[in-house]
């Protein structure tokens, strides 16, 4: 199977040195060689931690699309930019692999529509979860389960802030370690505020309800400028914090949220430290099941590009090559209630903020805690203030059932 790559970055590299190290494994799994002939990149004459494509780099992206010889493409340079790309592609009936979960919490639904319609896989392990399988999870358990509540700890980024924050460092500090470790980009905003994690409750949500959700929808909530006192005087030592994304569904639709929660410390999303990622479904009849590995890193990652070559290789010949998805309708988010700890507020401006919760609303002043209310309420509340809020979760180790009033 001949292969166009478009980005050879931390991921699009290490798919190369693993196609060339692993090359007879893939083989024999993939019942055919699978080999990488053109690779497009922003600079091709840059230096590469990989062995180069057959017939190397190009800028010129149209080149790889139109080579007939090419019999799958693999995305792997994220943005929101190539919808037009993957969508021509699929409709020439041939298979894409991507990791781009920014593209697929956006246009997810119209690309999965496409390959149904042109009967091309799409497939997109490696966009939620790095290495961890929770897109295959899903796909499998939802063939035979009614799925109620996808969530998980997403973003190794902030994982590993919160876990050094929570240590005793300064936000800032962290930051910078982050960043030496490989753990942040030079922008870190869009892990720091939610915005990739909610990205990827999107992607989780189309696959586990059949809901298109586009990412600024949820309920959301960020970790930046959290600091280490405002941490050590919230949390009580049986408790830890973490960034949640969870989604469940109620009678009356799909609600969800993106915040840092307090969690029992004996949960099992709790448990997830550094770039580790961990999510938990559930499901009738099958129940919680639970997965945790390495989130991010482009060996991590890459591996699960692999797997989806691999098995895009094997429905090249095989009848009926594509998923056959439930129909995925755009929903609009219920906002759930939650109850939260607020941080970081002197006491005269938290006086003035109990003084302007909506009237009957449960707070508890002298804990700061405030709720159960509307999450959207919550969030405007604690923008007006400047206040941090760290949302209360209790349940049992797998926290599967969404937020209980307390
Ligand atoms: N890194 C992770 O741990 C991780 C985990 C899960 C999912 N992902 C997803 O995997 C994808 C790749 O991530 P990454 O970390 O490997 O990114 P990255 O290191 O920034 O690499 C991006 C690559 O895309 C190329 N590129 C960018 N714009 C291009 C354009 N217009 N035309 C052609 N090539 C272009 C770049 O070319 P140059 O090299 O010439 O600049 C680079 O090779 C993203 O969708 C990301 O969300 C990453």
């Known amino acids: 199977m001949n292969i166009a790559l478009i980005g050879v970055g931390n991921v699009g590299a290490a798919l190369l040195r693993q196609l060339h190290g692993r090359a007879a494994r893939v083989a024999r799994e993939a019942g055919e060689p699978v080999t990488v002939l053109r690779a497009a990149v922003r600079d091709p004459r840059k230096v590469r931690d990989c062995p180069d494509p057959i017939?190397?780099?190009?800028?010129?992206?149209?080149?790889?699309?139109?080579?007939?010889?090419?019999?799958?493409?693999?995305?792997?340079?994220?943005?929101?930019?190539?919808?037009?790309?993957?969508?021509?592609?699929?409709?020439?009936?041939?298979?894409?692999?991507?990791?781009?979960?920014?593209?697929?919490?956006?246009?997810?639904?119209?690309?999965?529509?496409?390959?149904?319609?042109?009967?091309a896989p799409l497939r997109f392990e490696a966009a939620v979860g790095g290495a961890v399988p929770i897109i295959r999870t899903l796909l499998d358990s939802r063939r035979v389960d009614h799925l109620t509540y996808v969530?998980?700890?997403?973003?190794?980024?902030?994982?590993?802030?919160?876990?050094?924050?929570?240590?005793?460092?300064?936000?800032?500090?962290?930051?910078?370690?982050?960043?030496?470790?490989?753990?942040?980009?030079?922008?870190?905003?869009?892990?720091?505020?939610?915005?990739?994690?909610a990205r990827k409750l999107s992607v989780l949500a189309q696959l586990a309800f059949g809901a298109a959700v586009p990412p600024e929808a949820w309920p959301r909530a960020g970790i930046a400028r959290l600091g280490p006192r405002m941490l050590r005087a919230a949390l009580r030592?049986?408790?830890?914090?973490?960034?949640?994304?969870?989604?469940?569904?109620?009678?009356?639709?799909v609600t969800g949220y993106v915040g840092p929660a307090i969690l029992p410390a004996s949960a099992f999303l709790a448990r997830p430290s550094g770039a580790e990622n961990a999510v938990v479904i559930d499901g009738t009849p099958g129940g919680p099941t639970a997965l945790m590995g390495l989130g991010a890193g482009g060996d991590a990652t890459a591996s699960q590009v692999v797997a989806d070559l691999v098995a895009v290789a094997r429905a090249r010949r095989a009848a009926d090559p594509v998923e056959h998805l439930m129909p995925v309708e755009p929903v609009e988010v219920l906002s759930p209630r939650l109850s939260a700890r607020l941080v970081g507020l002197n006491p005269r401006s938290l006086n003035a903020l109990w003084g302007q919760l909506p009237p009957g609303t449960p707070h508890d002043p002298d804990a700061r805690l405030v709720g159960p209310m509307d999450a959207r309420s919550l969030l405007a509340l604690a923008d007006r203030y400047g206040v941090h809020l760290l949302i209360e979760r209790r349940g049992g180790a797998l926290l599967q059932a969404p937020p209980a009033p307390l």
């Open 237 to 253: 030592p049986d408790e830890r914090v973490k960034l949640v994304a969870e989604a469940w569904e109620t009678t009356d639709g």
């Open 151 to 197: 969530g998980g700890v997403l973003n190794g980024t902030a994982n590993f802030l919160l876990d050094r924050i929570a240590g005793g460092t300064d936000y800032e500090t962290a930051l910078e370690e982050a960043r030496q470790a490989g753990f942040a980009e030079a922008d870190p905003s869009d892990d720091v505020d939610g915005l990739d994690a």
């Open 55 to 119: 017939f190397g780099y190009t800028r010129d992206v149209g080149e790889v699309l139109t080579d007939a010889r090419i019999d799958a493409l693999v995305e792997l340079a994220g943005g929101e930019d190539w919808l037009p790309v993957l969508s021509s592609f699929l409709r020439s009936r041939r298979p894409v692999v991507t990791a781009n979960k920014a593209l697929l919490a956006r246009h997810g639904p119209a690309l999965l529509a496409l390959a149904e319609q042109h009967g």
